[in-house]
């Protein structure tokens, strides 16, 4: 790569993709292409044809997908299904049609079987039984990984798949039944601080342990990848290598927002899988690992919250 190459990331304009761009032109990257769905719907196999015909990127990351959290995975697992099988094939085939010279799809932790050895090693991948409350996105993933790891033997292409750990950070999503568990507990602490409320409820027994990378070390990983020429494996691990209970983010957002309250725990909800860690040390060893401590990450995604979000949320309260 030099810095005039042009560079097309797909979903832009979504916390993992706008973390990417703000990282590729803070390292001086500057030729940075990008759609909105509004404009190009990567859902379209011919919509997504005709950009890449258009525009023709040399390199492309692909941070485009439907996400959510363990609700809105359990009640539309058809739609997580489709709709990022349909994103990446698009992608990942005009990626090959049209000559891109190395394309980085993300991923996610959650291919991995529900009860992997911990730390998750990239070797893991397709040794069990997946994990049912977000079966159908993990799917669609393993499908995207695959399709590049033999895209890459068939047709000699340079296509790398990143699964990074649980993310959070700025433009995350915080709507009130989409989003993921960060975003959806800053939100709930926040709003209970606000209006008084005696307790907070999270879901499932607390006890199922998690690892939370900023986004924002997400994209400084993926600028990292891009530049080296790394074809050792089809996919890599990306995150912190440490992981916390729910109870115990949950107890370190409750201090970060100020709330006095209780934490009460819906035992009758889901944990998700028991744990998810991740084994880093392959980036490790390349030279990268995150920066960010947890807490410094959670409180910059708080105050994001209160300055971008929650004053929108105001005015449609008022409405």
């Known amino acids: 790569m030099n810095l005039t190459s042009k560079i097309f990331?797909?979903?832009?304009?979504?916390?993992?993709?706008?973390?990417?761009?703000?990282?590729?032109?803070?390292?001086?990257?500057?030729?940075?292409?990008?759609a909105s769905s509004k404009t190009v719907d990567l859902r379209c196999e011919e919509a997504t044809?005709?950009?890449?015909?258009?525009?023709?990127?040399?390199?492309?990351?692909?941070?485009?997908?439907?996400v959510g959290g363990i609700l809105a995975n359990s009640q539309f697992p058809?739609?997580?299904?489709?709709?990022?099988?349909?994103?990446?094939?698009?992608?990942i085939l005009c990626c090959q049609k049209y000559g891109v010279k190395k394309l980085l799809f993300l991923a996610s932790s959650c291919i991995y079987p529900r009860l992997a050895p911990q730390p998750m090693r990239e070797e893991y991948l397709l040794t069990g039984p997946l994990e049912p409350t977000n079966e159908g996105y993990a799917l669609a993933k393993i499908a995207?990984?695959?399709?590049?790891?033999?895209?890459?033997?068939?047709?000699?292409?340079?296509?790398?798949?990143?699964?990074?750990c649980n993310l959070y950070g700025f433009n995350d999503n915080f709507?009130?039944?989409?989003?993921?568990?960060?975003?959806?507990?800053?939100?709930?602490?926040?709003?209970?601080?606000?209006?008084?409320?005696?307790?907070?409820?999270?879901?499932?027994?607390?006890?199922?342990?998690?690892?939370?990378?900023?986004?924002?070390?997400?994209a400084q990983a993926c600028v990292f990848l891009m530049e080296q020429d790394y074809r050792d494996r089809p996919f890599i691990n990306i995150g912190t290598g440490v992981d916390?209970?729910?109870?115990?983010?949950?107890?370190?957002?409750?201090?970060?927002?100020?709330?006095?309250?209780?934490?009460?725990?819906?035992?009758?909800?889901?944990?998700?899988m028991p744990q998810k860690l991740m084994d880093v040390s392959v980036m490790n060893q390349l030279g990268w690992q995150?920066?960010?401590?947890?807490?410094?990450?959670?409180?910059?995604?708080?105050?994001?919250?209160?300055?971008?979000?929650?004053?929108?949320?105001?005015?449609?309260?008022?409405?």
């Open 144 to 164: 995207g990984l695959k399709l590049c790891e033999y895209l890459n033997k068939q047709y000699k292409t340079n296509f790398i798949g990143v699964l990074p």
């Open 9 to 34: 990331i797909a979903g832009r304009g979504g916390m993992a993709g706008s973390a990417v761009e703000r990282a590729f032109r803070a390292h001086g990257y500057q030729n940075i292409i990008g």
């Open 175 to 218: 709507h009130p039944e989409r989003s993921h568990f960060i975003p959806a507990l800053l939100r709930r602490f926040h709003l209970a601080k606000v209006n008084g409320s005696p307790n907070v409820t999270v879901w499932g027994t607390g006890k199922a342990r998690r690892e939370l990378m900023f986004s924002d070390d997400l």
């Open 78 to 91: 058809a739609d997580f299904l489709i709709d990022n099988l349909r994103i990446q094939n698009n992608v």
């Open 49 to 66: 044809d005709d950009y890449f015909s258009e525009n023709r990127p040399e390199y492309v990351i692909l941070c485009a997908a439907k």
């Open 290 to 319: 995150a920066s960010t401590s947890l807490e410094s990450g959670l409180r910059q995604t708080y105050e994001y919250y209160l300055k971008e979000i929650f004053p929108k949320e105001q005015s449609s309260f008022r409405a």
């Open 244 to 272: 916390h209970t729910i109870a115990e983010i949950a107890q370190m957002i409750r201090e970060i927002v100020g709330y006095e309250g209780e934490i009460v725990f819906d035992r009758e909800k889901p944990d998700g």
